[in-house]
């Protein structure tokens, strides 16, 4: 149910039967979204999670994070270059050139 539950948030109940190949780049994108919260991981990584995503479905699957990390009491640690989605973040460190620029908590 959990695991359904993750594969129609993210939009793929439908492309359950397709091999990898036969999905398109987002599509397989939201796949190792989905895989990555199967097993209810304590802390999630997440490097550019919505990078290949329309905005429709960026939004989905933000969501998706933030519910299963208030429902699970997990632990996110996403890195982007998306402004709107790091704002979205408790806790925004900016990196550039390798230094720490900032570190803002809300």
Wanted: hydrophobic share 40%; aromatic share 2%.
């Amino acid at each position: 149910e959990y695991l359904m539950d993750i594969v129609k948030k993210v939009g793929l109940e439908d492309q359950l039967k397709k091999f990898p190949n036969e999905l398109s780049g987002g599509q397989q994108q939201r796949v190792a979204i989905a895989r990555a919260l199967s097993n209810k991981p304590a802390i999630i990584f997440a490097e550019e999670p919505t990078g290949n995503l329309d905005s429709k479905t960026t939004e989905a699957v933000m969501s998706l994070l933030r519910s299963t990390v208030k429902d699970l009491n997990q632990t996110l640690l996403m890195i982007t270059h998306d402004e709107n989605i790091a704002k979205q973040a408790d806790r925004l460190i900016t990196i550039s050139d390798g230094k720490i620029l900032s570190d803002e908590r809300k």
